[in-house]
Nanobody
Framework: QVEVVESGGGTVQAGGSLRLSCAAS????????MGWFRQTSGTERDIVAR???????IYGDSVKGRFSISKDIAKKAVYLEMNLLKPEDTAVYYC??????????WGQGIRVTVSS
């Protein structure tokens, strides 16, 4: 089994920055990608950013140019640098770890609040 744990959320003023961290532990041998999704009340979970172990990245349209994802393969960790934050970035952010072969593991979620 794989456990995914997020950290670093909180409250920040609009225009500020925040860094989220996520680490996977347990049977992580076959993990080959990790990323972040976010969800607000009453909406679907949307992709924020994703990186695979080859270095390819994907970003949601609303965060391009403001957010940056990085990885530490040895630690099975990913980090999300969030800059120029907007009130509409307020959400619960979920980290996800993808295994080669299709298994997906989600974290419990961490709240980010951007005040105007």
């Amino acid at each position: 089994q794989v456990e995914v744990v997020e950290s670093g959320g909180g409250t920040v003023q609009a225009g500020g920055s925040l860094r989220l961290s996520c680490a996977a532990s347990g049977r992580t041998l076959h993990i080959d990608a990790m990323g972040w999704f976010r969800q607000t009340s009453g909406t679907e979970r949307d992709i924020v950013a994703r990186v695979n172990w080859s270095g390819s990245t994907i970003y949601g349209d609303s965060v391009k140019g403001r957010f940056s994802i990085s990885k530490d393969i040895a630690k099975k960790a990913v980090y999300l640098e969030m800059n120029l934050l907007k009130p509409e970035d307020t959400a619960v952010y979920y980290c996800v770890a993808n295994e080669f072969g299709g298994n997906v593991y989600w974290g419990q979620g961490i709240r980010v609040t951007v005040s105007s």
